[in-house]
């Protein structure tokens, strides 16, 4: 096939100046209007590719069909069961750092040299940071100009799946069942598949566009739960507190610092470690509150995790006479789980897309996620849904970039999954 890197990189760089930031503290859905405004040009464009049923639903997805051309022939043998096959990407970007006014350079040529990053000199991506960097020296490469995010994650994935498209309706020859096409809002704030209608959609399994490196392929996520600790303390006036206040703040103070210095959190887990994570403090004297990630590979662990910080806080409780009426209490939320313990199920879905890889010449890198993708929701909802690569690198930081011959690939990838034989 043959894609021109610079159609693809001028559609990225397109894509990344709309800022689609999603919002964690918003109670709407999507959580920011803006993210809209992408989708929208995304509906238009499929359009014009002529995909004719794109359309935006009331929750800002993106749905769309590129019907399949196969031909049954009137033969028995022949197996006219062809699935149907969804790819996904998400439209917003990370509240981490800001999307607002991006500005993406492409940088051609690459040569290996540090790249300042003009807005900010002080932020510089160098080989040394970043070792796959030096896979792309004589290539294009794509950075932010040092104010914000790139966001290709995950516009990388929706510009693979925008040139996937624009290919297949040109090139008529190839031959593919049907394929769904899927744009969800919010996935940075865990909530992308909270009004997603899997019946609607039609697919019979999918796959995301939201992975790393060139060749990596992920079926398998954190378990994720999260979880609240209320510490309720006893007020009195500071004048008169003497032997009657209790600090709720001092004592979620102390059970923070009694947590383990040096595991069990992210700074010091990797590759099948899971951990427990204090995220967000907030609170008075009389009551507080302790917000907490609690990740694991192994969903069962997740129990343990929250059995093991309660055990902790209740003993720096129980070992201070200052907290002696000091309450606590747990409150747990799922957010997602396991996608393999789904996907196992249907090793066809892993088999065609590992051919789809060496034929395009690629070596898969098979990997757990040590995160979520909406892929994790979608494979619990009746979509098993592992997740394919786009190139995106140093992603949620001023630092991201990409490598546009990852994102030609990755289409590429695609392209192979669909076609019939």
Request: net charge negative; with cysteine; proline share 5%.
């Amino acid at each position: 096939m043959v894609l021109k890197a610079l159609e693809v990189a001028e559609r990225f760089m397109r894509y990344v100046q709309i800022d689609t930031q999603s919002d964690p503290n918003s109670t709407q859905f999507p959580s920011t209007e803006k993210q809209k405004n992408l989708s929208q040009l995304l509906v238009k464009e499929l359009q014009s590719f002529g995909v004719e049923d794109a359309h935006l639903d009331p929750y800002g997805y993106v749905m769309a069909t590129l019907p399949g051309n196969w031909v049954i022939p009137n033969s028995e043998s022949f197996d006219n069961a062809v699935p149907v096959i969804c790819f996904c990407a998400h439209v917003d970007t990370a509240p981490d750092c800001s999307g607002t006014y991006v500005k993406p350079i492409l940088h051609e040529n690459y040569k290996g040299q540090d790249i300042i990053l003009p807005d900010d000199p002080n932020q510089i991506i160098s080989t040394k940071d970043y070792p796959y960097l030096k896979e792309f020296i004589g290539d294009y490469v794509i950075t932010a100009s040092g104010n914000t995010l790139l966001g290709g994650d995950d516009k990388a994935g929706v510009t693979i799946i925008m040139e996937m498209a624009k290919y297949l309706m040109e090139n008529k020859h190839i031959v593919h069942g049907p394929i769904k096409i899927l744009f969800t809002p919010d996935e940075e704030v865990g909530r992308g598949t909270e009004h997603l209608d899997i019946q609607k959609l039609g697919a019979d399994y999918g796959y995301t566009l939201d992975g790393g490196e060139l060749g990596s392929f992920e079926m398998e996520t954190f378990s994720a739960d999260y979880l609240v600790l209320h510490i309720q303390g006893v007020i009195a006036h500071p004048g008169a507190a003497k032997g009657v206040m209790q600090n709720a703040i001092k004592a979620a103070g102390e059970i923070i610092a009694a947590l383990p210095k040096k595991e069990w959190s992210p700074e010091y887990t990797q590759d099948r470690e899971g951990f427990i994570h204090p995220n967000h403090v907030e609170g008075g004297a009389e009551k507080a509150r302790i917000e907490f990630l609690v990740r694991d590979f192994d969903t069962p662990n997740l129990k343990k995790h929250a059995d093991k910080l309660l055990e902790i806080a209740q003993g720096v409780i129980n070992a201070n006479l200052d907290f002696s009426k000091v309450t606590l209490n747990m409150e747990i939320t799922e957010q997602y789980r396991n996608m393999r313990e789904v996907i196992d199920q249907y090793p066809v879905i892993v088999d065609r897309a590992i051919k789809a890889y060496q034929k395009a010449g690629i070596k898969p890198i098979i990997s757990p996620i040590r995160g979520g993708t909406d892929g994790s929701r979608m494979s619990f909802m009746g979509l098993p849904t592992p997740n394919i690569f786009t190139g995106m690198q140093a992603i949620h930081s001023k630092h991201e970039w990409i490598g546009v011959r990852d994102m030609l690939k990755a289409v590429e990838v695609l392209v192979n999954l669909v076609e019939i034989n």
